[in-house]
C-alpha cells in the first residue's frame, strides 16, 4: 500500500496533476496567448473545483439512498465517492461557458486542463507498473473473540473484506456499523473484523456498549496485519477476490456508499 504521509497516493496524484495543469495554463496563456496569466489560472482552478463538485454529486445521486440516512457523510469526501467522468464533461462545459466572451482563453486553459489529465493517467499507470504484484491474503494465524486460533487463508475461495480497526480510532468506531449491514446484505463475502493491538476484554466490551453484532472479529494483539500489508494507519480496509489477490484498498474511514460501490466495482462486475 502506498501512500506520502497520512495521504492515500491517488490524492497525491490528482493534487499534482492539478497543479501541472494549473502551471501549463499559466505559461502558456504568458507566451502564446497574450492573456494575463492570472486570468486563465483562475479560470482553470474554478474549473477543477467545478468538476470535482460535480463527480462528488453525481456519486451522491447515484447512491442517494444510502447517503440519505446518514446526511453528514455526503461532505465525507475522503470515502473516495468521485465519478470522473461526470466531473471532467462538467468542468468542459464549464470553460465553455465562461469564454463564451473571451474564446481566447479557451486554449491556454483547455490546454492545461489536458496536461493535467494526461499527468493524471500517466502518473496512475506508472504507479500500478512500478507496484509489485497484488499481494494476497498472508498465511496469518490469528484467533477468534472466543481464543480460538483462525488461519487469515481461510477465507480463500470466497470475495474478502478485511478492516483494520481498533476501539480507540474514531473513525473506525463511525464505520462498524458500515461492516455490520455489510456482513448482513452481503453473505457471499467474507467481512473479516481484524482488531489491532487490543485485548480481547477491550473488544468484547466495546461491542457490548455500541450495540454492535459482528462476525469474523478476528484478534490481532501484536498488529502483525498491518506490518504484512504496510498499512500506514487504522482504519485501513483490504479486498481481495476469491483467489485471495488483493484488488483494491482504502485508508480512512468507509462510508456505506463508498463500501457498496467499491464492492460493486470488484465483486459484482
Given at each position: 500500500?502506498?501512500?506520502?504521509?497520512?495521504y492515500?497516493?491517488?490524492?497525491?496524484?490528482?493534487m499534482?496533476?492539478?497543479?501541472?495543469?494549473?502551471?501549463?495554463?499559466r505559461?502558456?496563456?504568458k507566451?502564446?496567448?497574450?492573456?494575463?496569466?492570472?486570468?486563465?489560472?483562475?479560470?482553470?482552478?474554478?474549473?477543477?473545483?467545478?468538476?470535482?463538485?460535480?463527480?462528488?454529486m453525481?456519486?451522491?445521486?447515484?447512491?442517494?439512498?444510502?447517503?440519505i440516512?446518514?446526511?453528514?457523510?455526503?461532505?465525507?469526501i475522503?470515502?473516495?465517492g468521485?465519478?470522473?467522468?461526470?466531473?471532467?464533461?462538467?468542468?468542459?462545459?464549464?470553460?465553455?461557458?465562461?469564454?463564451?466572451?473571451?474564446?481566447?482563453?479557451?486554449?491556454?486553459?483547455?490546454?492545461?486542463?489536458?496536461?493535467?489529465?494526461?499527468?493524471?493517467g500517466?502518473?496512475?499507470?506508472?504507479?500500478?507498473m512500478?507496484?509489485?504484484?497484488s499481494?494476497?491474503?498472508?498465511?496469518?494465524?490469528?484467533?477468534?473473540?472466543?481464543?480460538?486460533p483462525h488461519?487469515?487463508?481461510?477465507y480463500?475461495?470466497?470475495?474478502?473484506?478485511?478492516?483494520?480497526?481498533a476501539t480507540?480510532?474514531?473513525?473506525?468506531?463511525?464505520?462498524?456499523?458500515?461492516?455490520?449491514?455489510?456482513?448482513?446484505d452481503?453473505?457471499?463475502i467474507a467481512?473479516?473484523?481484524i482488531?489491532?493491538?487490543?485485548?480481547?476484554?477491550?473488544?468484547?466490551?466495546?461491542?457490548?456498549?455500541?450495540?454492535?453484532?459482528?462476525?469474523?472479529?478476528?484478534?490481532?494483539?501484536?498488529?502483525?496485519?498491518?506490518?504484512?500489508?504496510?498499512?500506514?494507519?487504522l482504519?485501513?480496509?483490504?479486498?481481495?477476490?476469491?483467489e485471495?489477490r488483493?484488488?483494491?484498498?482504502?485508508?480512512?474511514?468507509?462510508?456505506?456508499?463508498?463500501?457498496?460501490?467499491t464492492?460493486?466495482?470488484?465483486?459484482?462486475?
Amino acid at each position: 500500500m502506498i501512500s506520502i504521509g497520512p495521504y492515500s497516493i491517488r490524492i497525491v496524484i490528482i493534487m499534482i496533476a492539478a497543479i501541472v495543469g494549473w502551471l501549463l495554463s499559466r505559461f502558456i496563456a504568458k507566451y502564446f496567448s497574450n492573456i494575463q496569466p492570472k486570468t486563465a489560472s483562475s479560470l482553470y482552478f474554478d474549473a477543477f473545483l467545478v468538476g470535482i463538485f460535480i463527480a462528488r454529486m453525481t456519486f451522491v445521486l447515484v447512491w442517494w439512498n444510502d447517503y440519505i440516512a446518514t446526511p453528514w457523510t455526503i461532505v465525507a469526501i475522503g470515502d473516495g465517492g468521485f465519478y470522473a467522468a461526470s466531473g471532467i464533461i462538467a468542468a468542459i462545459a464549464w470553460i465553455w461557458w465562461k469564454t463564451r466572451q473571451e474564446k481566447r482563453l479557451r486554449k491556454p486553459v483547455y490546454a492545461g486542463m489536458l496536461a493535467g489529465l494526461i499527468a493524471w493517467g500517466g502518473a496512475s499507470g506508472g504507479m500500478a507498473m512500478i507496484q509489485p504484484s497484488s499481494p494476497s491474503l498472508p498465511e496469518l494465524e490469528l484467533s477468534t473473540i472466543d481464543s480460538k486460533p483462525h488461519m487469515l487463508t481461510s477465507y480463500v475461495g470466497q470475495p474478502v473484506v478485511v478492516n483494520l480497526w481498533a476501539t480507540w480510532c474514531p473513525p473506525c468506531r463511525r464505520e462498524m456499523p458500515v461492516f455490520m449491514k455489510a456482513q448482513s446484505d452481503y453473505q457471499d463475502i467474507a467481512v473479516v473484523m481484524i482488531n489491532q493491538g487490543e485485548s480481547m476484554q477491550e473488544i468484547t466490551s466495546f461491542l457490548a456498549s455500541e450495540g454492535l453484532e459482528l462476525e469474523h472479529v478476528l484478534l490481532d494483539q501484536t498488529s502483525k496485519t498491518m506490518r504484512e500489508f504496510g498499512a500506514r494507519g487504522l482504519p485501513t480496509t483490504l479486498f481481495f477476490d476469491a483467489e485471495g489477490r488483493m484488488v483494491h484498498s482504502h485508508m480512512g474511514e468507509m462510508t456505506m456508499p463508498s463500501l457498496k460501490n467499491t464492492i460493486k466495482k470488484f465483486f459484482m462486475e
